[in-house]
């Protein structure tokens, strides 16, 4: 299913009412030399995710979501429809979805709602395909080096069509085939990917290894100014994105989150031994033979899910310049161009992820400004920056919410489900996200497995043994199926290539909840109106007819045993006095923030003993990590409730 060609504008967004037809516009003009990209770049874009994505995500992404490059290597030309009013040049034959073979394909910037192929060329290397016929003669459609660019949307849900039940749905490679048509290479074999450093001599193309190539496979655009990268090409395809589409932005936000590259650094240290050889596992051969281990963080995500904590940029996310001093204050993931030189050249930073299972509620307030893209991922604000001019070939992504140098929460961050100490986000009135995560869940974990393993004859125990977590259908849990795509051997004993290929690994759910349910919960549990009724019924202050409950399930609270309202907190009194007998002279910001993490349910009794300094945990013994505080006008507007 895809979305309609011409989009529909509603009245909620007047300036985009006329913006399908300027990019029409826009893409009937080939770039010159003289072409004014500041045109092309955003100024302020603002997208607002919903609750429903329907139709096949691998489609809608390959469909409406504009990419440089057409996943080409950056080719001169978008290798898609011929431009029949130019002379024909020497840049290849036609692509195949145009008869044409006379004229040369444009350098225009590749959108495959427009008929330029990618779709194609993704579904190729997903079902194991490398070349088809064009012209006449076999072209590959998409090398090794090229695979850093695909969407990492490589799933499609068949349970419709197959019959499956409503808890386990069947995942399979887009184009349904896995027999790989080229013997010798693997569709994804990291390990074979190719250097993308091109060196000109008059017109004379090199590659860093020294090998000729010819012109359409050059690293960049002709017609493109110097400062713009591949990298940067990002934000001139945003600004072709519709901007009245929440679909469009959310799926364009997995995709390109799908396909960055991530170095691990477990230890949290900043030295030059932080990303350790055995924290990266990036060996092809070793994940041919041992399959379980597709899912190691080195991918960029914990149990299937992508915990953007863990996972920082090469030299940190803040540099002062080129050559700048590292830093890694604040962890973050970041995109390499394969430009390496020196004592780096071991580090294979074009791999990619595999496909990541994301929900329609991951992902939520994005906004594009000058050279920054933020959006709200889960408990994490997440922001992209330096599109325009990335320095050192970097772009940077920082997250704020957990600080990988601090022990406890480096402790959070590595926890087999972080997500069972997390204990809500919301967006203050600045636009900021702030979070508050609860250590104890990620204890009582520990606690549990420890237990398993002492019982158990199992070397390790694994996240699988514990308990369904209440978050985890926010979260929506994914793993990886690897039974499903083990490689097959044939009877002399040589690897059958059907299914070898790190990308048809892919990452399914491991409970698939309808749409239906799973907006009705999302709703109810974000309506302003349940959260109003439910703190008032344990705050002691709704006089309606219902039934008042004692008090929720919550931690101890940091303020004392659950009794009073916030108007006592705020006045210092507190519940039972807990106030008074602080020493710690608090503010009525910081005593509202840390009383109502008292409020919030508790998803485990869980192992207390442990210590933690963080705010809010000021006078208790309650281990919170406090990631932000509500504003005095946000804590006073709640007391007015």
Not at 272 to 285: I, L, V
Not at 497 to 515: A, F, G, M, R
């Amino acid at each position: 299913a895809a979305l309609p060609d011409k989009v529909k504008y509603g009245k909620e967004n007047e300036f985009a009412a006329n913006e399908y037809e300027r990019f029409n516009q826009k893409l009937t003009v080939a770039p010159t030399q003289g072409t004014n990209w500041s045109h092309f770049s955003p100024t302020l874009s603002r997208f607002s995710t919903g609750f429903n994505l329907v139709g096949s995500v691998l489609d809608q992404v390959l469909d409406y979501v504009p990419w440089i490059g057409n996943g080409y290597r950056y080719g001169n030309n978008h290798r898609g429809v011929d431009d029949i009013t130019a002379p024909q040049t020497s840049a290849g034959s036609s692509s195949g979805i145009s008869t044409n073979t006379s004229g040369s394909r444009s350098s225009l910037p590749t959108f495959s709602n427009i008929g330029v192929g990618l779709k194609a060329n993704v579904k190729a290397t997903l079902g194991g395909s490398q070349t088809m016929i064009t012209g006449g003669s076999p072209r590959r459609t998409l090398d090794q080096a090229n695979l850093q660019l695909w969407t990492g949307a490589g799933w499609r849900n068949d349970k419709a069509s197959s019959g499956q039940s409503d808890d386990h749905t069947k995942f399979t490679s887009a184009t349904g085939m896995g027999q790989q048509e080229q013997s010798g290479t693997s569709a994804g074999n990291p390990d074979s990917l190719k250097q993308d450093k091109i060196s000109k001599s008059g017109d004379s193309l090199t590659t860093q290894d020294g090998n000729a190539m010819e012109q359409q496979e050059a690293t960049n655009y002709t017609n493109l100014p110097p400062n713009l990268t591949p990298t940067a090409d990002w934000p001139n395809a945003l600004s072709f994105t519709n901007k009245n589409n929440a679909q469009r932005a959310q799926l364009f936000l997995r995709g390109l989150l799908g396909s960055i590259p991530v170095l691990v650094n477990k230890s949290g240290q900043d030295d030059n031994s932080k990303f350790k050889a055995e924290d990266q596992k990036w060996s092809y051969t070793d994940l041919q033979s041992d399959q379980t281990k597709l899912n190691l963080p080195a991918y960029g995500e914990v149990n299937g899910l992508l915990n953007p904590a863990l996972v920082e940029t090469y030299f940190g996310n803040t540099r002062a310049s080129g050559s700048g001093s590292n830093t890694t204050s604040s962890p973050g993931i970041g995109f390499k161009i394969p430009e390496q030189s020196g004592t780096n050249t071991t580090s294979k930073a074009v791999l990619i992820t595999p496909g990541l299972a994301w929900t329609p509620q991951d992902v939520g307030n994005l906004v594009v400004s000058g050279t920054t893209v933020s959006f709200q991922l889960g408990g994490w604000l997440v922001t992209f920056t330096d599109f325009v001019k990335p320095r050192a070939g970097y772009l940077g992504l920082q997250l704020s919410g957990l600080d990988a140098s601090d022990s406890d929460q480096r402790e959070l961050i590595w926890a087999p489900r972080p997500w069972a100490a997390f204990r809500g986000s919301w967006v203050n009135r600045l636009g900021r996200v702030e979070s508050v995560w609860d250590l104890k869940g990620v204890w009582a974990d520990q606690a549990q497995l420890a237990a398993q393993a002492a019982t158990s004859s199992a070397t390790t125990a694994t996240g699988a043994t514990l308990p369904e977590h209440p978050n985890a259908l926010a979260y929506q849990i994914s793993y990886t199926d690897k039974d499903s795509y083990k490689a097959s051997t044939q009877g002399s004993g040589q690897t059958n290539s059907q299914n070898n290929s790190l990308y048809l690994h892919l990452i399914k759910p491991k409970k698939v909840e309808s749409t239906t349910q799973l907006d009705q919960g999302l709703k109810n549990l974000l309506d302003p109106n349940q959260v109003r009724t439910k703190l008032r019924q344990s705050f002691g202050t709704d006089h309606s007819t219902q039934p008042q409950p004692q008090s929720l399930k919550t931690t101890t609270p940091v303020f004392g045993a659950m009794s009073g309202n916030l108007g006592s907190v705020l006045s210092g009194g507190g519940a039972g006095g807990a106030g008074s007998t602080n020493s710690v002279d608090l503010s009525p910001v910081e005593k509202v923030s840390g009383w109502l993490v008292g409020q919030l349910p508790s998803t485990s009794d869980g192992n207390t003993s442990s210590t933690n300094n963080l705010a809010p945990n000021t006078n208790t013994g309650n281990d919170v990590v406090g990631v932000g505080r509500l504003s005095e006008s946000n804590a006073a507007k709640m007391n007015d409730d």
